[in-house]
């Protein structure tokens, strides 16, 4: 018989759904003298802020990183900003709008339900952080202040600099520190969760290795949650941190826990371009920079070409001979079009010939036209800390005047190009954030909840906020309330001593194969795979080829690789080595689901399915669908598994940008 998935999502049309839910709610007095024990894994903006709350409201925490300290985490990275409808620019937006405008940008294949609650707690989001003391962005008189993120028409992204996801996490560490001080919340900084103990078919604890002294730990809990992040690093070069990795969510995979959506990859298109074979990280230019700088490349190849010899620059070509290509193919929405659309239009200009660097991968994110409305210094206020970034990293200072043609200014344009970014994919959860694991919970990036098949700019911290501070800390009570009368189970038990052996064979295996290859090396390749055959346009054959080539490097990996050092004490490279093991599982698995779906929605382009100019051709009929994943053992196809979607608030369409 075939599985059936629940979701949880209560019966009723969408906008009672949570405020019914919300009743439901049973356990929630801080007061209460609660003996549960809740295990929290990551302290980015989803970990740290769920950690917080489930202690402030009485649980026992335990909440760990990998990190010296919570305030590292990956989130730490993010730039732009964070959306909610509090239509503070009286600009006609509202609850429903975001959530239109989110199930519309993720190309109709989220969970209508679960975007509405997301847009509905967006607001307290903004007040608990102000109430934290973030300092977001206001205006002369005091206001909040607000800019506009792609895919949307109205201004709803809240923002501290180009540096709100550091302002947001000092927030939530504030807070957590809070509770650490309280004694509810004991925090585990450099440790890595390795695997996930099951007893009785539930989530009870888990075995994590303390980085710097190399041994293995046991934790047992009522419940676990991951916080643990995205799979970017799969690709090797990606905008995440470099200790970003899927080790917890894949372990968690391999355990039973369905994986959702794995194809569902974005890839972001300003960032700066790669610019040679020996780097390991790039860099990314807020999209919140797309408000006031305009995306270009020449209109005539014989400029396009003079840029790339070298011979000529951006700033020598006039007004009259740019094409400013997104204003022209989509009037609407102009330069803050979605990313997966602004990300292909880019491919399809560089493709073309048009690219503008020596490379030919690179179009110009250029700010002359709103210098020269607005002076630097407003602009400096709004982007200053981006355009010092790029100006370390390049050189070139995009405020710097470099030519003036017909009393025009024209300043240093940015090159930027697409790069992988945020993965909307992720472990499966239902309405609760439940995985199919019973008692195992998964937060923020390392979800697929929300974003479908492409995560507007400002959504993933709305999202991984939403969901620490404002939904699990309800929904696990559900599971908990049944848990008050079991005691917490002891680490001595069988489950815990099995995987515990699991996990340190694990140790010596990598560190015996003694082959001759480093594991930045293999990565590097397995990057290069995954890029070539599973990046921003696919085709079936092209999958079939990827597969075929990273079973091979996995042969490799597995016969050929070697990890200096010993199990004892810190040995950076056997934990990435760990990393890389599982970025191996989860390339095949992004390979496998993009392959299952015969269609283009968001950021899966299947190049098979596109439409004469070039728009990707979704499949509703064949693929309206959440494609959960089974594991089925080390070099075997996962099953997949389908979640029904069901619209009742939207009316399922083509998207439209251009009016
Ligand atoms: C450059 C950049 C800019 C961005 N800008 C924006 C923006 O402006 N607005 C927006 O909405 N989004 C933005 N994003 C996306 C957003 O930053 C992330 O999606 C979000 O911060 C993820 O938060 P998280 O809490 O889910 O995970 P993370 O912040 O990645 O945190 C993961 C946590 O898990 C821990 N961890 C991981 N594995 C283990 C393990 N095995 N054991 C123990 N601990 C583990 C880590 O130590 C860390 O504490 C940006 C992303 C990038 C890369």
Redesign the pocket.
């Known amino acids: 018989m075939a599985k059936v998935i629940d979701s949880k999502i209560p019966a009723g049309p969408v906008p009672e759904k949570w405020k019914e839910y919300k009743a439901h709610q049973r356990l929630v007095n801080p007061k209460n003298k609660l003996k549960l024990d809740v295990i929290v ?8 802020s769920a950690a917080a709350s489930l202690g402030e409201m009485g649980f026992n925490v335990i909440n ?4 010296d300290s ?1 305030r590292r ?11 909610a409808a509090k239509c503070y620019q009286n600009d006609g937006d509202s609850v429903y709008r975001l959530f239109y405008d989110t199930v519309k940008g993720g190309d109709y294949r989220a969970r209508e339900a679960n975007v509405y609650r997301l847009a509905e707690v967006s607001n307290n989001i903004i007040d608990q952080c102000v109430a934290q003391g973030v300092p977001f962005a206001r205006e002369y008189g005091g206001m909040l202040a607000n800019r506009s993120f792609g895919g949307a028409q109205v201004s709803r992204t809240f ?1 501290a600099k180009g540096q ?2 550091q302002q947001l996490l000092l927030g939530a560490y504030s807070s957590l520190s809070c509770q650490v001080k309280a004694g509810k919340v004991k925090l585990y900084t450099r ?4 695997d996930v103990v099951i007893v009785d078919g539930r989530a009870r604890g888990i075995i ?1 290795k303390n980085l710097v002294t190399g041994e293995l730990e046991r934790f047992s809990a009522n419940a676990v949650v991951i ?4 799979y ?1 690093n799969t690709y090797f070069l ?4 470099m ?3 899927c ?2 969510a894949v372990q968690c995979y391999r355990k039973g826990a369905y994986f959702a959506n794995p194809s569902y990859v974005q890839i972001h298109p300003t960032c700066i371009p790669v610019h040679g074979d020996k780097q390991s990280k790039l ?2 230019m ?3 920079l797309r408000n006031d700088g305009r995306i270009w490349v020449p209109k005539n190849i014989e400029d396009a070409k003079a840029l790339q010899a070298g011979t000529k620059q951006g700033w020598e070509i006039p007004e009259v001979d740019r094409d400013y290509y997104l204003e022209r193919r989509y009037p609407a929405f102009g330069n803050l079009v979605p990313r997966d659309v602004a990300s292909r239009a880019a491919k399809e200009r560089c493709d073309k010939g048009f690219g503008v660097n020596n490379t030919g991968l690179a179009v110009f994110l250029d700010f002359s036209e709103s210098i020269n409305r607005l002076g630097l210094d407003v602009i400096m206020q709004r982007y200053g800390n981006l355009f010092e970034m790029y100006e370390e990293i390049t050189d070139v200072f995009p405020g710097d005047v470099a030519n003036e043609i017909n009393g025009v200014k024209y300043y240093k344009p940015m090159m930027i190009y697409p790069a992988i ?2 993965t909307m994919g992720g472990i499966w959860v239902d309405y609760e954030l439940q995985t199919s694991i019973p008692g195992l919970f998964a ?4 979800n697929f909840s929300d974003h479908g098949a492409n995560r507007l ?8 906020l939403a969901d ?1 501070y404002f939904v699990l800390p309800y929904t696990i009570q559900n599971y908990l309330a049944d848990q008050a009368v079991w005691p917490k189970v002891s680490t001595d038990l069988p489950e815990f001593a099995e995987a515990e052996k699991k996990v340190d064979a694990e140790l010596d295996r990598l560190l015996n194969i003694k082959g001759k290859r480093s594991v930045d090396s293999i990565h590097k390749e397995l990057g290069h795979i995954m890029w070539e055959y599973v990046g921003m346009g696919r085709t079936a054959e092209g999958l079939k080829t990827g597969l075929k080539k990273m079973h091979e490097l996995e042969q490799e990996f597995d016969k050929n690789l070697f990890v200096p050092g010993t199990k004892e004490g810190l040995n950076i490279e056997l934990d990435k080595a760990i990393h890389l093991r599982d970025f191996f599982t989860m390339g095949q698995l992004v390979a496998f689901d993009a392959l299952s779906r015969n269609e283009s929605c968001g950021g899966h382009f299947r190049e098979e399915y596109q439409t004469e100019e070039g728009e990707a051709k979704r499949d509703d009929e064949n693929y309206f669908y959440v494609g959960c994943w089974e594991y089925k053992g080390k070099g075997n196809e996962p099953e997949l598994i389908k979640e029904p979607l069901e619209y009742e608030a939207i009316k399922v369409q083509t998207r439209n940008y251009k009016n």
Do not use: D, R
Request: with cysteine; proline share 2%.
């Open positions: 894994v990551g302290t980015g903006l989803a970990g740290a760990l990183c990998i990190q919570p985490a990956h989130s730490i990275a993010a730039q732009g900003g964070i959306n923002y709100t996801g440790y890595e969760m390795e994590a916080a643990t992040g995205g970017g990606s905008t995440n941190a200790g970003c990795n080790t917890a860099t990314l807020s999209e919140s970014h945020y937060i923020g990036e390392c700019g400002a959504s993933a911290l709305m999202q991984g620490g």
